[in-house]
């Protein structure tokens, strides 16, 4: 039977991440990696995080399931934090934990699709590889266009208008709440203020992605935009994850959103995400999501939480300013927000930045900037140049 099947190409950035380890050059500098790094090149548990697990470990007295809404306490105590006071959405908003962000964007996908089997998912390119298997896995048509200039390192908002113009009435419009992975560019508010009149006129269904709240401006101000979106229609979903700003990668940490027009619909859409949650993965891991919980339940575990995600920012933030100084035609990075920003450049230059100066970045280079110490943009913007990467910002 299985004869029948053709194999999947690897994980291009496990292959890369594999390449790194192996290269002995010292001066080997890893870009492509897609989580945060500290000035030491770890990724190490958060401070808070290990408090909340001691605490878990001495309280937890049971593991008996918890049903596939997960813990009803970690997706409540998340939602002041991303849509600020909820009483405005008294009513409107079922929520459910899920495995990531990654979870809540499968979960999501599949409600649209049970809500409305022909809707189209509206996807800005470049956006996260995974973005348009997931939606399409979950039935989906998938329709991508034109987000960012990688050339200029501008938002194409002609192209944005020219995908939403395209769009039918119910159809979904993905959108990254901050940070955008890839490019790290997002909208300007007027931008967002903009989509949000097509969105309405258009009678579209917001999806936001918001995967790096506090990693961007601030916990508050990367909420902004998804705080706009949900301020101004209906009904609106919301993908969110713990996996990065709580540095939880692989304790699966996230949950589903979804905005209503009242407390009937509530109702109905999370009995409908429960279901399709149950059929899924029955109920999601507990471990992360109640370390979590924890974390912002007590209010010392909460500050330190926050003053450990300021530094990751300001870590994050610190090292675009060094590789912007380091050359005019590197500028652009330093108002670009997010781990990553993505260079122009082929693939050929990509793979000769690997083999001739040991600095590895995705092939469509994305560079992660938490993986590099600032004392290191001299050598990137050498290799950069060496091998003609700045030619097309140079020009702009
Ligand atoms: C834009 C975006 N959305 C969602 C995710 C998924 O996050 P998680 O690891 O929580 O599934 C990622 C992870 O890299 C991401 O970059």
Same mark, same amino acid.
């Given at each position: 039977?299985?004869?029948a099947l053709a194999a999947k190409p690897p994980d291009a950035l496990l292959g890369l991440i594999k390449a790194h380890s192996s290269d002995p050059r010292a001066h080997r500098i890893d870009l492509g990696v897609g989580v945060y790094r500290?000035?030491?090149g770890n990724t190490p548990v958060l401070k808070a995080v290990k408090a909340a697990e001691r605490i878990l470990h001495d309280t937890?007295?049971?593991?008996?399931?918890?049903?596939?809404?997960?813990?009803?306490?970690?997706?409540g105590l998340l939602q002041p934090i991303i849509f600020g006071d909820m009483r405005r959405f008294e009513g409107r908003m079922a929520a459910l934990q899920t495995?990531?962000?990654?979870?809540?964007?499968?979960?999501?996908?599949?409600?649209?699709?049970?809500?409305?089997?022909?809707a189209?998912?509206?996807?800005?390119?470049?956006?996260w590889p995974n973005h348009a298997?997931?939606?399409?896995?979950?039935?989906?048509?998938?329709?991508?266009?034109?987000f960012a200039d990688l050339k200029s390192q501008t938002v194409d908002f002609d192209g944005v208008r020219a995908g939403l113009a395209a769009a039918a009435p119910g159809d979904v419009v993905l959108l990254h709440g901050c940070c955008h992975n890839p490019t790290g560019i997002d909208f300007s508010r007027d931008q967002w203020r903009e989509i949000i009149d097509i969105v309405k006129s258009q009678r579209l269904i917001p999806f936001i992605d918001l995967a790096y709240q506090g990693l961007?401006?601030?916990?508050?101000?990367?909420? #902004?935009?998804?705080r706009l979106v949900l301020d101004s229609v209906d009904e609106a979903l919301v993908a969110y994850s713990c996996d990065k700003n709580f540095g939880l990668y692989r304790d699966r940490v996230g949950a589903l959103y979804v905005l209503t027009r009242g407390p009937a619909e509530t109702a109905t859409v999370a009995?409908?995400?429960? #279901?399709?949650?149950?059929?899924? #993965?029955?109920m999601p891991p507990d471990h992360g999501a109640a370390v979590t919980r924890i974390v912002l339940e007590r209010p010392d575990l909460t500050a330190m939480w926050r003053e450990e995600l300021d530094a990751m920012r300001a870590r994050i933030n610190g090292n675009r300013a060094a590789l912007a100084a380091a050359d005019p035609a590197l500028a652009f990075v330093e108002a670009q927000r997010g781990l990553f920003s993505n260079l122009f450049m082929t693939k050929a230059q990509a793979v000769g930045l690997r083999e001739r100066h040991a600095i590895y970045c995705t092939d469509s280079g994305r560079i992660n900037l938490a993986g590099m110490q600032p004392a290191d943009a001299g050598p990137i913007v050498a290799a950069l140049r060496a091998e003609g990467c700045l030619a097309a910002a140079d020009a702009a």
């Open positions: 039977m299985f004869e500290d000035a030491d937890q007295d049971s593991k008996k399931y918890l049903g596939p809404e997960g813990d009803a306490g970690f997706s495995p990531g962000g990654t979870g809540a964007l499968r979960l999501g996908a599949e409600l649209l699709r049970a809500a409305r089997p022909g189209t998912a509206r996807v800005g390119a470049p956006t298997p997931i939606f399409a896995s979950a039935g989906l048509a998938v329709e991508a266009h034109t961007g401006d601030g916990l508050e101000e990367d909420a #902004w935009a998804t009995s409908n995400v429960a #279901w399709l949650a149950r059929v899924a #993965w029955s």
